[in-house]
C-alpha cells in the first residue's frame, strides 16, 4: 500500500517509523511517504495558510497551497482517494479503517490552527474523516491514528491471529473484546476469574464470549 501524508511538519512523523506496527511493515506492504506543504507553496517565504475572510482567530491552510502541492507530486494522474482530516468529516471506525486498508494507494490532508480552507475538503479532497468529536491544536495528530490504524491490519504487521478478536473487529461485530488477565493469579485480594486457571480451554472460550460487550 502507498500511504501519502501532506503535512507542515513531516519530522513529526519520524518516531512512527521506528515503532510497530509501522516498523514491521515499512518498505515491504507500506510505502509512507511524507510531503511538506512549505517545499511547493506558490507563496513567498514559505507560508502556507492566511487569515480568514470575515476576521477570527486563528490560521487557515490556503486552497491554492494544498492544489500546489498535489499538482507536485501528482501531477493530472491522481486518482487515488485523498481525505481530508477534519472535526466535520464523517466518524473514523475500524469497518472505516479495514475499508482503507484494502486500497491501493492513499492520500491524508492534515492541517494545524483553525484547518483548511473549505474549498479544499469539497474540491480537493474525495472524502472527510474525524478521529473524534473534538478539536487539536496539532492536525498531524489525526494523521497519526489513521496512518497507525491502518499500518496494523496490513499483512504482516501484527502476529498470526492475533488482531482477529481483538475489539471492534468484525468477528466480534463491532464490539470490544473479553477482559484479560496476567500473572500473579491474586494481588491485594484481587482475583482472577478461577475459570482462566481452569485450563478448560472450551470452558474459557465460552466466559470470553460472554463478555464481549
Known amino acids: 500500500m502507498q500511504l501519502d501524508v501532506f503535512t507542515l511538519v513531516p519530522h513529526a512523523f519520524a518516531w512512527m517509523t521506528e515503532q510497530r506496527p509501522v516498523?514491521?511493515?515499512?518498505?515491504?506492504?507500506?510505502?509512507?511517504?511524507?510531503?511538506?506543504?512549505?517545499?511547493t507553496t506558490p507563496l513567498r517565504n514559505g507560508q502556507v495558510d492566511d487569515e480568514p475572510y470575515g476576521g477570527g482567530a486563528g490560521m487557515v491552510l490556503r486552497v491554492?497551497?494544498?492544489?500546489?502541492?498535489?499538482?507536485?507530486?501528482?501531477?493530472d494522474g491522481g486518482a487515488q482517494p485523498v481525505i481530508a482530516l477534519t472535526p466535520k468529516g464523517r466518524q473514523l471506525t475500524q469497518p472505516i479503517v479495514e475499508e482503507l486498508a484494502q486500497l491501493p494507494?492513499?492520500?491524508l490532508l492534515s492541517a494545524r490552527f483553525e484547518g483548511f480552507d473549505e474549498r479544499i475538503v469539497e474540491h480537493l479532497a474525495t472524502d472527510a474523516i474525524s478521529v473524534g468529536p473534538y478539536v487539536l491544536s496539532n492536525g498531524d495528530l489525526p494523521a497519526m491514528v489513521l496512518v497507525d490504524a491502518i499500518a496494523r491490519r496490513l499483512p504482516g504487521a501484527l502476529a498470526e491471529g492475533s488482531g482477529e478478536l481483538e475489539s471492534f473487529s468484525t468477528e466480534l461485530g463491532g464490539r470490544l473484546e473479553?477482559?484479560?488477565?496476567?500473572?500473579?493469579?491474586?494481588?491485594?485480594?484481587?482475583?482472577v476469574p478461577d475459570v482462566l486457571l481452569s485450563g478448560d480451554h472450551a470452558r474459557i472460550e465460552g466466559?470470553?464470549?460472554e463478555q464481549v460487550r
Do not use: F, I, N
Request: hydrophobic content about 35%; cysteine-free.
Open 23 to 39: 516498523a514491521t511493515v515499512l518498505g515491504g506492504e507500506l510505502d509512507l511517504r511524507l510531503y511538506s506543504y512549505r517545499d
Open 64 to 75: 491554492d497551497v494544498v492544489a500546489a502541492a498535489l499538482d507536485a507530486v501528482y501531477g
Open 178 to 191: 473479553y477482559p484479560h488477565y496476567t500473572r500473579p493469579a491474586e494481588y491485594r485480594g484481587w482475583r
Open 207 to 209: 466466559w470470553r464470549r
Open 105 to 107: 494507494h492513499l492520500t
